[in-house]
Each structure stands twice: as C-alpha cells, then as structure tokens.
C-alpha cells in the first residue's frame, strides 16, 4: 500500500525509505559481482575479461532505464503527496505501456549493433568471443530487465521501498544458484553468467506481477489508463529523459574509462573490470540518495512541504559524505585483499589495488552530487542534474582519466582523476541550488 512520507521525522522517513531501496541495490549489484567472482573461479583471465565488459555494457543501458523511470517515480510521488490518485493511475498505466514498447524496439536493436559494440569497446581479442556471446543472451533479456525497473519505480513513486527489495532479493538467490550449476557444473563461461542472469530476472518479473495482482494499493487502474495520453507521457519524458542522459553519458565515460585501460592489455583490463564491480557495490549508498530525495522530495513538494524537502536534501548529504570519508580510509588498508576476492592473478591484484586507491575518494564528492541530483528532479528540473554531470565529463573525467594513462605506469593517479569530475559537479550543484533556493523553491 502507500505510504505518506510528508509528516514525521525526517531522519526516520530516510531512514525507512533508503534502507530497503540500499538493499535492493546490494542486491542488484550482487548480480554482477557474483557472476566475476564465480567465473574467477572456474575461468581464465579472457572469461573474466567478457562478463566485466559485457555487464559494463549491461550496467549502462539499466542505470538509462532507472533514469528514464525516474520520471515515473517523481510524477507518481507527486501525485500521491497531493492525494490525486486518478492522475497517479494515468501516470501509472502510461508508464507501463511506454517502457515496454521501448524495450522491445531497443533490445531488437541492440542485437543487431552488438558486434559493432564489441569493438567500440576495444575487447582484447582473446574475449571477444565470450563478450558477443554474452552481450546476446543479456540483450534477449532487456525487456524482463525493463519490467523489473518500471514496476519498481512505481512502488518506490508510491513510497514503498520494500516491495522491489523482495523481487531482487529472489532474483539474486536464483542468479547465484544458476551461475554455479552454468558456470560451475556445466562450463559454460561467461555464457553461463549471461543466461543465469537472464533467467534469475525473469523469474523475479514473474514474482512481481503475482504481488501486484495481491497487493493492495490504494490505486484503481482501468484501461483507459494504458492508453497513451500525450500529456502524462510528456511529463514523464521531461524529467526522465535528462536523468536518463545524465546516467547515460555517466556511463559511456566509464565506458571510455574501460577503453582506455583494455588498450592497456589484459591484465589492465581486468584490474579496472574488477574494480568498478567494487565500486558500484560501495557506492551504494550515494547511489540510494538520488533515489531517497527524488522519491521523498516529490511527495513532500507535491504537498506543498517545499521547506521538508530541502531539509531532506541536507540529511541526505550529511549521511553521504559521513560514509564516503570513513569508506575512503579503510579502503586504503584493505585493497589488495578486496581486489584477490576475485583473482588470484598477482599483476591484476597490484594494479586493481592502485586503481581503487585513488577512485576511492570519489565515494566521498558522488554521495553529495546524487543527493542535488535526487533534489532536483524531485523539483521537476532534472536538467540540472544532466548539466552538471555532462560538464564534469566532458571537462574533468575524461581529460584527467586519458592523460593519467599517458603519463603514468601506476593505475592510482588515473583512479583519482576521477574525483575531479565528482567535484565539479558538486560545485556546479551547490550554485544552482542557491539559484533555486533564491526563486524561492522549485518552480513549475
């Protein structure tokens, strides 16, 4: 059912909203590091090499489609937080029929530019193979991942968190079973990541659609509400495209990130595979504050509570730059034991240990620019967040990233360039909020 998150504490409206959408997270991001840290075990390096690009490509086109979905979240938030059901069922129903015609167009798509996305992606040619193989099978099942994503914007766009938590907690459970019996039994390589991959989130759609027909929401949905009304899917684009973008270009850097190091050879390529699977993992918790303050701020700001939702946005990035600082330091003394959970290769051990060093300390300024990023497209101007991420990228991320790898053979200073593009953006972030804040709020 709904939940109205416009009263009380604020601490504990976080706190219970942020909570199980973290979990979901870990969840979601257990996907991937369970299918390198499996594949490490019974695969050689070139295996290892496919599922960290391939589900690098994966990671791209999901972190589109929670963007885009965002769009979902805030308007059906706002609606809720106005106590204007009818137009959060219009919301809902539009968004159902939108997102699955865009799956089923982009994963055909998709299928048909895979090999070209392999090359763009410079894979060493000893894991080209295993990357298209597994990039086909991930690509069939983009419309299960899509199902999955809009149904848990609408939860979380209705204030509950916890629902989405159990589907991904399922799929996960079923995505390690299924690696070890394709991986493990069958040896089936990176193919068999892909196809437990696959296979777990359909059976988690599947769970989902069960709830939904149990689930009591307080929303009655007709079929009217599927149909696709131009203004409700206008509103939904205009703050999910941007974000979209936003995460869009976020992740074609990292992409080029990928690049460079694969350029760099296998060994490099591994170290920097394996280390973005353990920061997207520490990264959890700036990652759920985007989420936290879009979702809490749009139905505080749909009832009118603009001052509550600012105050949101502070706690938020006290409690990031908090766990950012701490995770930061310890991460020094425990990189090279983090970095041999998913290798025992020794040269992938010493430059992952270098490169995480360094990429570190963006935990520290991403957990403050998310938290901005959540705030304003809670206010229905999530073009900010795609302004200042496009900046710090094209200005900061890239640049530093490439002259690092020119320059020197350690991974560490190429790490820490990325904190420059962090810190950009939250500067940026931090001027447009005053901007915001002096037009008294957000403005329609």
Same mark, same amino acid.
């Given at each position: 059912?709904?939940k109205n998150?416009t009263?009380?504490s604020?601490?504990k409206?976080i706190l219970?909203?942020s909570?199980?959408?973290?979990l979901s997270?870990f969840?979601?991001?257990l996907y991937g590091? #369970? ?8 695969? @050689?390096?070139s295996?290892?090499? #496919?599922? /960290? ?5 994966m990671h791209m086109?999901t972190?589109?489609i929670?963007g885009?979905?965002?769009?979902? *979240?805030?308007?059906?938030g706002?609606a ?7 137009k $959060?069922a ?7 029929t939108?997102?699955m ?9 998709l299928?048909f530019f895979?090999k ?6 410079? *894979?060493?040619?000893? #894991?080209?193979?295993? *990357?298209v193989?597994?990039?086909t099978?991930c690509?069939l099942?983009?419309p299960?991942i *899509? $199902?999955?994503?809009?149904? /848990?914007s609408?939860? +979380?766009g209705i204030g @509950? ?5 159990y589907?991904?907690?399922a799929?996960c459970a079923?995505n390690?079973i ?5 991986? &493990?039994g069958?040896h089936?390589? $990176?193919a068999?990541a ?5 296979? /777990?989130?359909?059976?988690s759609v599947?769970?989902?659609?069960v ?6 929401t307080?929303i /009655? ?9 131009r203004k409700?899917?206008k509103?939904l ?7 979209a973008l936003?995460d869009?270009f976020?992740?074609? $850097?990292?992409i080029?990130?990928?690049i460079?190091?694969?350029r760099?050879g296998?060994d490099t390529a591994a170290a920097?595979g ?5 920061i997207s993992f ?5 990652s759920s504050?985007?989420s936290?303050?879009s979702a809490?701020g749009?139905q505080?700001?749909g009832?009118?509570? +603009?001052?509550?939702a600012?105050r949101i946005?502070y706690y938020?990035?006290i409690?990031?730059v908090?766990f950012?600082v701490m995770i930061s330091i310890?991460i020094?003394?425990? #990189?090279?034991p983090?970095v &041999?959970?998913f290798?025992?290769?020794?040269k992938?051990i ?6 995480? +060093?360094g990429y570190?300390f963006d935990?520290?300024f991403a ?13 229905g101007?999530?073009?900010l967040?795609?302004i ?5 990228i094209?200005l ?5 990233v490439?002259?690092?790898a020119k320059?020197f053979s ?6 820490l ?6 810190l ?7 001027i447009a ?9 957000c403005? @329609?």
């Amino acid at each position: 059912m709904e939940k109205n998150l416009t009263t009380g504490s604020i601490l504990k409206s976080i706190l219970y909203f942020s909570l199980p959408y973290l979990l979901s997270y870990f969840l979601q991001t257990l996907y991937g590091m #369970a299918d390198l840290f499996i594949i490490g075990q019974f695969e @050689d390096i070139s295996s290892i090499t #496919a599922v /960290s690009i391939g589900s690098q490509v994966m990671h791209m086109i999901t972190v589109m489609i929670v963007g885009l979905a965002m769009g979902a *979240t805030v308007n059906i938030g706002q609606a809720i937080g106005a106590g204007n059901k009818k137009k $959060a069922a219009k919301d809902i129903g539009n968004t159902v029929t939108l997102f699955m015609m865009l799956a089923i167009v982009g994963a055909a798509g998709l299928l048909f530019f895979i090999k070209p996305i392999v090359g763009m992606m410079s *894979t060493p040619q000893e #894991a080209v193979h295993e *990357t298209v193989i597994y990039l086909t099978i991930c690509f069939l099942g983009i419309p299960f991942i *899509t $199902a999955y994503n809009i149904i /848990s914007s609408i939860f +979380r766009g209705i204030g @509950d968190s916890k629902s989405p938590m159990y589907f991904i907690a399922a799929a996960c459970a079923i995505n390690i079973i299924l690696d070890y019996l394709f991986i &493990g039994g069958l040896h089936m390589g $990176a193919a068999g990541a892909a196809l437990g991959t696959t296979c /777990s989130q359909t059976i988690s759609v599947l769970i989902a659609l069960v709830v939904i027909m149990k689930k009591k929401t307080g929303i /009655s949905l007709s079929k009217n509400d599927f149909k696709i009304d131009r203004k409700t899917i206008k509103r939904l684009l205009k703050i999910g495209i941007p974000v979209a973008l936003q995460d869009g270009f976020i992740q074609i $850097a990292f992409i080029i990130i990928t690049i460079i190091a694969n350029r760099r050879g296998l060994d490099t390529a591994a170290a920097v595979g394996i280390v973005e699977k353990i920061i997207s993992f520490l990264f959890l918790v700036p990652s759920s504050m985007l989420s936290t303050v879009s979702a809490l701020g749009a139905q505080n700001i749909g009832a009118g509570k +603009r001052e509550r939702a600012q105050r949101i946005l502070y706690y938020a990035v006290i409690i990031t730059v908090g766990f950012g600082v701490m995770i930061s330091i310890i991460i020094q003394f425990i #990189a090279e034991p983090v970095v &041999g959970l998913f290798t025992e290769n020794a040269k992938v051990i010493l430059l992952g240990s270098q490169y995480i +060093r360094g990429y570190i300390f963006d935990c520290i300024f991403a957990g403050v620019h998310f938290s901005f990023s959540g705030y304003f497209c809670a206010c229905g101007h999530s073009e900010l967040s795609f302004i200042h991420n496009i900046i710090a990228i094209l200005l900061v991320r890239i640049p530093g990233v490439y002259i690092t790898a020119k320059v020197f053979s350690s991974l560490f200073p190429m790490g820490l360039a990325t904190v420059g593009g962090s810190l950009l953006s939250v500067i940026i972030c931090v001027i447009a909020y005053a901007w915001m804040k002096k037009k008294q709020g957000c403005m @329609d």
